[in-house]
C-alpha cells in the first residue's frame, strides 16, 4: 500500500497539472461556447508563446513572468486578427475546425523551423526551487501554474458576469439576433474575446515552458485530454474548465500512484463519460 | 549526292551518339532512395542520420563514388508515419526508379519499408531498428548493431559494467514507456536481473506520451532500489529525472535506455546517467583519422541546423555505418544487383565506424556492439567494456 506521503504528493501532482489543463482549456472552451469555433489554433499559440518564452529566457535572460508583458498584448493582437478574418470570411463553426487545424499544423512547422524538432527545456529560478506543504514538495513554477490558472478563472469569471461587456457577450451567443436589436455590436465583442482567449493562451505557454520539456510535434498531444477537460466543464464557462481539469489531472495521478502509470488515461476518460452520462441525467 | 561522305557523317554520327550514350550510362548518377521522419514526432533524431547521411555521401562521391558513378541521395520525409513510409517506398521504386534503397528512422516505419523492399526484391538497411526478432526480411541489415538478443545482451552488459566498478546492488526498480523498442529490453531486462539475483523492488509502465511523472518518482523514491532502470525515449527521461529532483531524491545507479543525448547533457539533474551508445566522439573511437572529417563536418553542420546537440555519436554512427554496408556490399559485389550485394554482404565483415560489423547470425544480426556510457561533467563517456572505454574513464556515483 503506498504511504500517506506519496498519495499526498500525487494529489498535488494531479492538482497542479490539473490546473494546467484548466488554464488551456478555459480559452478553448471561451472561444467554443461563446464565439462557435472550435479553435484547434489555441494549442498552437500555446506552444507558440512556450517557445518564444523560453527563448527569451535562454537568449536574453527575460525573467517568464516579466515575458508576459509581452506575450499577453502580442497574442491579443494575433487571436483578435485571426477573429477579424474569420468574421470577414464568415467562417462556419466546423470551417474553423479545419482553418484552426492548418494553422496549428502551420505553427509546428515554423517552430520546427526555428527551434529545430529537438527538445528544449527552460531553467528557471521558478523550477529550481521549492517550498514544502507538510510532506508535499512544491516547486515554485507549479505555485505559479496554479496562481496563474486561478487568476484567469477569477478574471474571465468577473469580466462574464460583472462587466457590461461580458453581459453583452453572454447575450450574442444566446441570441445573436436579439442581442444586435439591443444595440450590441456582436462583431466587435467577438474579436475582443477572441484576444482574450490568446491572451490565456500566452499565459498557459508560459506554464507549459516552466515545466516542460518542448518539442514542436507535443502540440498534438495535448489536444485529447484538453478536449475532455473542455467537455466535463460547460462550454463558454469560466470555472468548470478548471474543475474539469482538476478532476482529470487527480484522476490520472492518483491511478499512476495507487495502480499503474499505464491506466491513468483510461481512468481519465472514463470519469469524461461518467460526468456526461451523470449531467446528462440533470438536464 | 555523293554516297561515301554521306554514309561516313551516318557512321560517325552513330559512333557518336552510342558513345554519348555509353558515357553518359557510365556517369549517370547512382540513385539512393531512402525516407527519414524529418517532420513529426521523430524528427529531432532523424535530422542527425540527414546529416550524417548527406557528409557521408558527399564524401563517397569525392572518392569517386560507386562503381565509377556518382551516387544522388534522393530523401523523401514520411512525417513520422509508417504508413506514409510504406507508400513513399512504393513510389520510390515505382515512381522514381531508384537504383538502391536505404532505410527509414525508427523500427516502426523501418518494419514498413521493409514490406515493400521485400516485395521488390530490394536491399534495405536500416539504422534503427530496435526489435531484431521482427526483421525476418533476409535481405534486410541492421546497422544499429545490438545483436538478435538485445533484450538480454544489453542489460547484462550493463551489469557486467556495474560489477566493473565494484559496485553490488541487491535491487532494481523498474520502469518503463511502452513504446515497443523500449519495452522490448524492459520486458528483457526484468528476466536478466532476476537471473542475475537482483531483488524487483518496483515494475511499472507508462504510456508513451505521459505527461506526470509526479507519481512515478514517488513510487521509485519509496521502492529505494539500488539500480534504477529507466525505459524511456526523448524527453522521458529529463522529465522523470526532474520529478525526482523535486522530491529530493536521486538514485545512486540509473540507467536510462533511449533518452535524448543532448537536453539530458545539459542537465545537471542527469549527472551520472547511464546509457547505451555504439559510439561517442572521444578516444578510442575518433583514433581513426579516416572519420575526422567527417565528424568535423557533422559538428558544424549540427550546429548549424540549430540542433542542441552536436555531438557525433549514436545516431549519426549508427546512420553513417548503414551507409558504409552500401557502399562496401555494392564494391564488393561489384554490382547493383540487389541479390549479389546481399550474398556478399553476409558472407563478409564490413569495417564500419562502429566496429567490424558480420551479418552470418539469425536475421542478418551479428554482435551485440552496445557500450554503456555515462553522463560525467557534462559530457558522455564510455565507460564499459574496457576496450572501448575511453581511457582512465569509470563509472561513478
Known amino acids: ?283 | 549526292m555523293q554516297k561515301r561522305p554521306f554514309l561516313k557523317a551516318l557512321g560517325s554520327s552513330l559512333l557518336l551518339t552510342s558513345t554519348s550514350t555509353w558515357l553518359h550510362a557510365q556517369t549517370k548518377p547512382i540513385r539512393v532512395g531512402s525516407t527519414l521522419s524529418l517532420t513529426g514526432p521523430l524528427a529531432g533524431t532523424a535530422v542527425m542520420h540527414k546529416i550524417a547521411g548527406d557528409i557521408f555521401i558527399e564524401q563517397l562521391n569525392k572518392r569517386g563514388g560507386l562503381l565509377g558513378r556518382p551516387v544522388e541521395w534522393v530523401v523523401k520525409d514520411d512525417q513520422s508515419k509508417p504508413d506514409l513510409a510504406r507508400t513513399l517506398y512504393e513510389q520510390l521504386i515505382s515512381g522514381e526508379n531508384v537504383d538502391l534503397l536505404m532505410g527509414p528512422y525508427a523500427t516502426a516505419n523501418s518494419l514498413a519499408a521493409m514490406g515493400v523492399a521485400q516485395r521488390n526484391g530490394k536491399v534495405l538497411i536500416t539504422n534503427s531498428f530496435g526489435i531484431p526478432s521482427l526483421a525476418k526480411y533476409d535481405m534486410h541489415f541492421p546497422a544499429y548493431v545490438m545483436g538478435i538478443d538485445p533484450g538480454t545482451t544489453v542489460p547484462n552488459t550493463l551489469l557486467d559494467a556495474i560489477a566493473a566498478s565494484g559496485a553490488k546492488p541487491q535491487s532494481v526498480a523498474i520502469v518503463t514507456s511502452k513504446f515497443p523498442s523500449v519495452v522490448f529490453l524492459s520486458v528483457g531486462a526484468r528476466e536478466v536481473f532476476k537471473k542475475r539475483g537482483l531483488r524487483e523492488a518496483l515494475w511499472l509502465e507508462w504510456e508513451f506520451g505521459n505527461r506526470d511523472f509526479g507519481p512515478i518518482a514517488s513510487r521509485l523514491k519509496e521502492a529505494n532500489a539500488d539500480v534504477v532502470w529507466i525505459g524511456s525515449i526523448g524527453a522521458e527521461s529529463l522529465q522523470l529525472l526532474e520529478a525526482m529532483n523535486k522530491i529530493d531524491y536521486k538514485p545512486k545507479i540509473h540507467f536510462h535506455v533511449y533518452p535524448t543525448p543532448g537536453p539530458l547533457a545539459q542537465s545537471p539533474l542527469a549527472a551520472n546517467a547511464l546509457t547505451l551508445t555504439t559510439f561517442e566522439q572521444h578516444a578510442p573511437f575518433t583514433n581513426n583519422p579516416a572519420y575526422a572529417e567527417a565528424i568535423k563536418l557533422y559538428n558544424e553542420r549540427a550546429a548549424k541546423a540549430n540542433l542542441p546537440d552536436t555531438v557525433f555519436e549514436l545516431q549519426a554512427a549508427n546512420a553513417f555505418a548503414g551507409w558504409q554496408f552500401l557502399e562496401a556490399g555494392v564494391k564488393g559485389a561489384g554490382s547493383l544487383e540487389d541479390a549479389k550485394i546481399a550474398a556478399w554482404l553476409k558472407k563478409n565483415r564490413v569495417d564500419t565506424i562502429v566496429g567490424k560489423v558480420r551479418f552470418d547470425g539469425p536475421n542478418n544480426y551479428g554482435d551485440d556492439l552496445n557500450r554503456i556510457k555515462q553522463l560525467q561533467g557534462g559530457k558522455w563517456v564510455v565507460i564499459h567494456p574496457k576496450d572501448v572505454a575511453l581511457p582512465g574513464s569509470k563509472m561513478q556515483f
Open chain 1, 1 to 283: 500500500m503506498p504511504s500517506a506521503g506519496l498519495l499526498l504528493q500525487a494529489l498535488a501532482s494531479g492538482v497542479f497539472l490539473g490546473a494546467l489543463y484548466g488554464l488551456i482549456g478555459l480559452g478553448i472552451g471561451l472561444g467554443w461556447g461563446l464565439l462557435r469555433q472550435i479553435n484547434l489554433a489555441h494549442f498552437a499559440w500555446v506552444f507558440l508563446s512556450a517557445y518564444i518564452t523560453y527563448e527569451l529566457k535562454t537568449r536574453l535572460g527575460v525573467d517568464p513572468l516579466i515575458s508576459l508583458l509581452v506575450l499577453v498584448p502580442l497574442f491579443a493582437a494575433l487571436g483578435m486578427a485571426l477573429q477579424a478574418v474569420f468574421a470577414r470570411f464568415a467562417i462556419t463553426p466546423f470551417n474553423s475546425l479545419l482553418v484552426t487545424f492548418g494553422i496549428t499544423v502551420s505553427v509546428e512547422a515554423l517552430l520546427q523551423w526555428i527551434w529545430s524538432a529537438d527538445f528544449r527545456r527552460m531553467s528557471s529560478f521558478y523550477d529550481e526551487h521549492k517550498f514544502r506543504l507538510g510532506s508535499v514538495v512544491v516547486t515554485y513554477s507549479e505555485a505559479l501554474t496554479l496562481g496563474m490558472s486561478l487568476a484567469a478563472v477569477g478574471l474571465v469569471w468577473w469580466m462574464l458576469h460583472r462587466t457590461d461587456m461580458g453581459k453583452s457577450v453572454r447575450a450574442s451567443a444566446e441570441d445573436p439576433a436579439i442581442a444586435t436589436a439591443f444595440g450590441i455590436n456582436a462583431k466587435r465583442l467577438a474579436i475582443a474575446l477572441a484576444g482574450l482567449c490568446a491572451a490565456l493562451a500566452a499565459c498557459a505557454g508560459v506554464c507549459v515552458a516552466l515545466t516542460f520539456t518542448l518539442a514542436p510535434s507535443q502540440i498534438f498531444s495535448w489536444v485529447g485530454v484538453v478536449f475532455a477537460v473542455v467537455m466535463i466543464g460547460r462550454l463558454g464557462s469560466a470555472l468548470t474548465p478548471l474543475l474539469g481539469g482538476l478532476a482529470i489531472g487527480i484522476s490520472e495521478s492518483m491511478t499512476q500512484a495507487l495502480i499503474a502509470p499505464t491506466w491513468a488515461p483510461l481512468v481519465a476518460f472514463t470519469v469524461l463519460i461518467l460526468i456526461l452520462l451523470l449531467r446528462r441525467g440533470d438536464e
